[in-house]
């Protein structure tokens, strides 16, 4: 998870960059730029899904979707190559889509069962 964090952290400024400095890079970095994007936006799509009774609605429908048309958008962009209208605000929207990621793992509320609290000795059994 570290690792993703991290990779996705990466993207941040390149991602603003490519927004920066539009068409200066060539077709193949823009396609993995792109890609990678796309790849790294599909497990927050994952747990949106399998955590979707335990977060609340309203953020994750609205983080969801951004991150649905992020997706398709983007795999499109991937597949046809340069050349799309308003590319460096597709490179922003990616930026803003990683920062939400990482937002998100990081803030995400961790749901402890109660078996798993049962398991965890308290200082008073740690003490005896």
Excluded: K
Excluded at 6 to 11: A, E, P, Q, Y
Excluded at 34 to 62: C, E, F, K, M, Y
Excluded at 67 to 93: C, K, P, Q, R, Y
């Amino acid at each position: 998870m570290i690792s993703y964090l991290i990779l996705c952290s990466l993207l941040i400024p390149v991602n603003l960059w490519a927004a920066i400095t539009p068409h200066l890079h060539s077709d193949v970095s823009m396609r993995i730029l792109h890609g990678a994007s796309t790849l790294l936006l599909l497990p927050l799509l994952i747990t949106l899904w399998n955590d979707r009774r335990q977060l609340q609605a309203i953020p994750t429908i609205v983080l969801g979707v951004f991150a649905v048309v992020m997706v398709v958008v983007n795999s499109w962009i991937t597949a046809m190559g340069m050349g799309v209208e308003f590319g460096w605000l597709d490179h922003v929207l990616l930026a803003a889509a990683e920062l939400s990621v990482v937002a998100f793992f990081l803030l995400e509320p961790q749901v402890m069962t109660a078996h798993s609290t049962a398991a965890q000795p308290t200082a008073e059994d740690r003490s005896s």
